[in-house]
């Protein structure tokens, strides 16, 4: 121990009494109650009297409206007009107890809150409306081994299926993505790699490209593979169109994915001596990797759920082609806006199912983006760490393997430390 | 001691690698290969729309019927179409887009607000063709109950007329207020909400707290402080985010498609039966179209993609001018 005791030694210890500290007394003074704890919480009684009030209060009146003074039909003309009333009827409501502002702090949180629940609410209605709506023809195991062929307008929904739908229509993303990811990685790290005139042009001109209408790749790409150069209506064509669909907006998210890149890390490789190529292949791709990995997914998922380009280059069928270059190819959404559009109630069903199956193939991209990616630039989940740890470990023995045998440390050197 | 040489600035060249060469020359090679791919398309659609624009001359931008082959077409009617749809999904989708992103990012628990991210991101990514059979196959009976009450007590309005119907009459059937402008904009709406939605939460999570808690320390109510702090704040973004949603509802097909019925009149009742968009003529004439016809439709696609153009980088500019905007990109 190096530490110096500084206490002065005290040879008698009845003189000086030791240091003590002292507990004041906690019991509470006569006469007075142990105090309550105070909640902080902001709702009261009333509040919620208020909130069930208004809300009582517009469902009876549009109900008397609904009635009697303004007749209309449907639930949805109810839930619209006794809202309005309802955030009427809460703010004369609040009005009474509370101040100016904080009424419309009330009123403006209850706008907010049901905002929010209207988008939610219409996100679940279209979720559950779609599998419930395709459910009928979803829990037949043909709808998804089967294809159309043989399936009639009246046939029963024990026949055919949309195999030949979901065949196409990975065949037409592969080719899609084959072609837009390479490209657009390559665009984005040019972009954030080689500045200057040229990439600034290049960068609007891709930002202008993001507001193209996908219908217009479709339409470009049918008046010149297929109306010039003689392409079938085919797989390759609808990827073909699907890809510049997508080639814009693989970039822009990549170049700012590549932006959020700690310029740090790239300086420390520089300072290192590493190249250019080699400090992009070993510092800028592996940081931004979740970020470009959820830019390719993201643009995946909207590959697969255009319709408007494959409408016009892929044309439609019931069979199954595996063959992207010849013959028309069918694909998901596709599928989907041509059944519904039938009369008969099972092909409607059959959309539906075709929907859903599309929805589902939607939701396990982006479920596989989040788990990738989600996480910013350059943080790494504790896998990835332990591994990080183990190869710089495995480095570490490498470079003392390769150092001249060290230096003895002297005995003397060693004890003292 | 000789005089010091004078200095002068040493030129600086970096001697690049083999492999540096290599790569620079690649990713310029890609840019290129970018940048012609985009090129093309452009100018492709501009060469091919010049023969129908160059004949139609100024009665483009004014004829209303579409019959390229009979020499009379122009877009006036389906480029009202198309503005009137986006507007109803603009009107729709704004006030929605603020509350949802003021909900997730100041109202709502700590807890959910992750998940609240995500599914309004999933939200972003359902395909247009389900957005599509929603409105078809399940909104459409549901808003006409709503339409036919606004038109009855609203209807001396002029755009919420609907002709043909008198007020209460009960044979009047509810399939004048089906495929309308209104039905096909509220569909839209959901799907571009999603969108405007991520740019604004975004802009307003980055308020800076110091003058959140200046706010409620001098006093301010909630949504004090949102007025006075947030929305200020996030402002360009609100604006940026609109424009944004609007240029995907002008280009937004299938989901139109699937809803309007086409009508090649300006139709300015927006309750009312029949409208029609750029993009659903090119979706429903492209294929028996003559060639002088198709490039008519390249015609209007290419002005529907002037429209977009202006739109997004108007769009672009304010959010990037905006105090919030370095960093919220879509």
């Known amino acids: 121990m190096t530490a110096v005791d500084i206490r002065p030694e005290t040879k008698d210890r009845s003189i000086v009494a030791p240091p003590r500290t002292t507990v004041p007394d906690r019991t509470p003074p006569h006469g007075e109650q142990a105090q309550a704890r105070r909640r902080t919480g902001v709702l009261r009684t009333s509040d919620f009297l208020a909130i069930f009030g208004a809300l009582l209060a517009s469902l009876t009146m549009t109900g008397l409206l609904w009635t009697q003074l303004a007749p209309f039909t449907g639930p949805l003309g109810y839930i619209v007009v006794s809202w309005f009333l309802f955030v009427l009827i809460y703010a004369v409501l609040v009005s009474f107890d509370e101040n100016r502002p904080t009424m419309w702090d009330r009123v403006s949180s209850v706008t907010v809150h049901s905002l929010g629940l209207v988008l939610l609410g219409a996100l679940i209605s279209v979720v559950v409306n779609t599998f419930v709506r395709g459910w009928t023809a979803l829990h037949h195991v043909n709808f998804f ?245 183990v190869r710089s470990r495995r480095d570490a023995g490498r470079y003392q393997k390769r150092a001249r045998p060290a230096q003895p440390i002297p005995a003397a050197e060693a004890g003292a430390a | 001691m000789p005089a010091p040489p004078t200095q002068r600035p040493r030129s600086l060249r970096s001697n690049l690698a083999p492999s540096d060469r290599a790569f620079r020359g690649v990713a310029r090679g890609g840019g290129a290969t970018v940048l012609v791919i985009m090129a093309l398309v452009g100018t492709f659609l501009a060469y091919r ?19 390229p082959d009979a020499g009379q077409f122009g877009i006036a009617a389906v480029m009202v179409g198309t503005i009137l749809i986006a507007l109803v999904a603009i009107v729709v989708a704004v006030p929605l887009a603020i509350g949802t992103a003021l909900y997730i990012s100041e109202y709502a628990p700590r807890g959910i607000q992750r998940t609240l991210i995500s599914l309004v991101d999933l939200m972003a990514a359902v395909p247009s063709v389900v957005f599509g059979l929603w409105g078809f196959k399940f909104l459409e009976w549901k ?54 939605c991520s740019i604004m939460r975004e802009a307003f999570g980055q308020a800076p707290p110091g003058e959140r808690e200046g706010a409620y320390a001098l006093g301010a109510t909630r949504w004090g402080m949102i007025r006075s702090v947030v929305l200020p704040f996030g402002k360009g973004a609100i604006i940026g985010g609109t424009m944004l949603g609007l240029g995907r509802a002008l280009g937004e097909t299938i989901a139109v498609v699937m809803i309007i019925s086409p009508v090649f009149a300006i139709q300015s009742h927006i309750l009312q039966n029949g409208t029609s968009s750029v993009s659903s003529l090119i979706a429903l004439h492209y294929g028996e179209s003559s060639p002088f016809a198709l490039s008519a439709l390249m015609a209007a696609g290419l002005a529907l993609f002037a429209l977009t153009l202006i739109v997004n980088f108007v769009a672009a500019s304010i959010v990037a001018r905006s105090r919030s905007g370095a960093v919220s990109e879509a």
């Open chain 1, 145 to 389: 081994t089967q294809d159309l062929r043989n399936a009639g307008p009246l046939d029963p929904l024990t026949v055919g299926g949309i195999r030949h739908a979901v065949v196409g229509t990975l065949i037409e993303l592969g080719i899609a993505m084959a072609i837009a990811v390479p490209l657009g990685l390559v665009g984005a790290v040019f972009l954030h790699e080689i500045p200057g005139r040229f990439s600034r042009f290049v960068r609007t001109v891709v930002e202008a490209m993001t507001a193209l209408p996908d219908l217009l790749a479709g339409l470009f790409i049918f008046a010149t593979l297929i109306l010039i150069f003689g392409l079938d209506k085919s797989g390759l064509a609808a990827a073909l169109a699907l890809a510049i669909t997508v080639l814009p907006i693989i970039i822009r998210t990549g170049d700012v994915v590549l932006r959020l890149v700690p310029g740090g890390l790239k300086e420390a490789s520089y300072a290192l001596g590493t190249g250019q190529w080699r400090t992009v292949w070993h510092v800028l791709l592996p940081t931004a990797r979740s970020g470009l990995a959820t830019a390719i997914i993201l643009g995946a998922a909207r590959a697969i759920g255009e319709t408007s380009p494959v409408l016009i280059t892929a044309g439609a069928t019931a069979q199954i082609n595996t063959d992207p270059i010849h013959g028309p190819m069918m694909s998901l959404p596709l599928l989907s806006y041509t059944l519904v559009q039938n009369s008969q109630d099972n092909m409607v069903a059959r959309g539906f199912g075709a929907a859903a199956t599309l929805l589902m193939m939607v939701v396990v991209l982006f479920a596989i983006a989040r788990i990738i990616g989600g996480r910013g630039a350059g943080q790494l989940t504790a896998r990835q760490q332990r591994r990080r740890a």
């Open chain 2, 143 to 196: 808003m006409t109950g709503l339409s036919r009450w606004i038109s009855d007590w609203f209807g001396w309005i002029p755009i919420f007329k609907v002709d043909g119907v008198t007020r209460h009459d009960p044979l009047s059937t509810p399939t004048v207020y089906t495929s309308s402008t209104f039905i096909a904009g509220v569909v839209v709406a959901l799907m571009v909400t999603p969108i405007a």
């Open chain 2, 49 to 67: 729309a010049w023969k129908a624009l160059h004949k139609a001359g100024f009665s483009f931008l004014t004829t209303q019927d579409w019959s």
